[in-house]
């Protein structure tokens, strides 16, 4: 199995409103790809961080294997959700890994 973790640090220059309806858009958007990406095990899009933490939202998926993670990265369904997100972001981590 492979491991997915995305850490982001969004911009600060973005309306409120906008900035929340486009979070509540991707946490459900994510969510919504289990079962339809072949492989994808679990995802959830984490967005109510502790004061004591340095990022604001991070994204945990389980694929099944580095060839599902393949499949996921050049999905539509993905790519969809995550073109919401990538120009809030200001700062992005992310580490893959086997488990």
Known sequence: ???HVILWRLRRDHDEDDLMKK???CE???ARLVGVIPGLLSI???TRPLPTSNCDLMLDAVFESEAAYSVYK???E???VASVIRP???DRIC???EM
């Open 1 to 3: 199995m492979v491991k």
């Open 23 to 25: 979070i509540a858009f």
């Open 28 to 30: 459900e958007g994510f």
């Open 44 to 46: 959830k899009l984490y």
């Open 74 to 76: 050049s999905a539509p």
């Open 78 to 80: 993905h790519i969809s």
């Open 88 to 90: 809030l972001v200001e």
């Open 95 to 97: 580490m893959d890994c």
